[in-house]
């Protein structure tokens, strides 16, 4: 999947959250409820994957990298305070969308004020 194919997906399914915003952080497309939640990260300092940084609940690092270390893993920088990277670009034809989308609601749910979390709830 092209990478610009790639971020508008993922961006697609950033802004569907309440209140999630969208800017440049760190040379990278991100996305914030009130702090960030999500960024897409493109083969960063010349790691060869296209992928996603989320923060994640306590112990779902540690719990998807171990079941799956080909598509998770601990990402830089972050990875010391539980966020959870995830490469879009190891399935032929793109990612689980289903599995994207997972991913990025929790840790949206995470980071969002518990109104805003709520909300989800309400909405399905």
Known sequence: MDPDELVERLRQVCLALPETTEKISHGSPSWFVRKMFVSYVAYHHGDEHLALWAAAPEG?????????PERFFVPPYVGHRGWLGLRLDVEPGGPDWDEVREVVTDAYRHIAPRRLAARLDQDA
Not at 60 to 68: L, N, P, S, Y
């Open 60 to 68: 779902a690092q540690e719990e998807m990298v171990t079941a799956d």
